[in-house]
């Protein structure tokens, strides 16, 4: 019997995947066989990381349609079919609500859910043609709960809607072959959460609020993403699998 797990012949395409969490998912990816496309807007740290990984590397800027469908079209033409894709890219803005600025607000947004939409959207176009493929947006438990003590409405808002996106999606792709989940991670060790980390008050929040009583290793999200990229989640779309050590439980 063929193993559902492995992604031997697909390939793959991980936006933000040069470092923290992309770069973790992108390793699993190669690890189960695929071969893997490191996308991110930073080229001298995306080339290095996909270089380590045997992967290779494509630029994009994804709140730029533009670049992202470039980035699709490269990986398409280089490697003959795009089987994954995986909607990493994201950053988070921590603000008092009542003085965030326009521009802070639109920042998140323009990368969080403006760059998950226009990357679903190449990469739908792509795997529909095609008749198959998997989609795998990165979420948070954000989307789920708003975090404490730090403000981040815009990120919040921003994570609820990817989930929301995926189940949009999923419901107008899946009878079409394409199938559309989201990964929602807790709090992991990566440069987006460095701030809070140094910052005891939001260090200890972070860590009495999650029953496991400690952040992940972005190595402990990839396996979560690899499933719902292979066969052994052929069932599954529309789907938000949650990894975050229990936090959402309180
Ligand atoms: P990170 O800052 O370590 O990595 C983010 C990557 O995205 C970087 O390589 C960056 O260059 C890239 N990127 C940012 N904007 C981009 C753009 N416009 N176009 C292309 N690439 C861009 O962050 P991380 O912690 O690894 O986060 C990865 C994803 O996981 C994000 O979507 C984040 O919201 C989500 N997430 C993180 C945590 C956490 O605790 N770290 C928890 C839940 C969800």
Known sequence: MTNPYTLEGRTALVTGGAQGIGAAIAQGLVEAGARVFVCDRNAEIGEATAKDLGAEFVAADVTDSASIDAAVE????????????????GIVHNHPSEDLSDEDWRRVMSVNLDGVFYSCRAEGRRMLAQGSG???????????????????????????????????????????????????????????TK????????????????????????????????????????????????????????
């Open 74 to 89: 490269h990986v398409v033409a280089t490697a003959g079919s795009l089987d994954v894709a995986v909607n990493n890219a």
């Open 134 to 192: 998997s989609i795998i947006n990165t979420g948070s438990m954000s989307g789920h709960i708003a975090n404490r003590p730090q403000p981040q409405s815009a990120y919040n808002a921003a994570k609820a809607a990817v989930v929301h996106l995926t189940k949009s999606l999923a419901g107008e792709w899946s009878h079409r072959g394409v199938r559309v989940n989201s990964v929602s991670p807790g709090y992991v060790g990566t440069e987006l």
């Open 195 to 250: 701030r809070g980390m140094n910052n005891e008050e939001w260090r200890t929040a972070w860590i009495e609020g999650t029953p496991m009583g400690r952040v992940a290793e972005p190595r402990e999200i990839a396996p979560a993403v690899t499933f719902l990229a292979s066969d052994a989640s052929s069932f599954c779309t529309g789907t938000d699998l949650v990894v975050d050590g229990g936090y959402t439980v309180w």
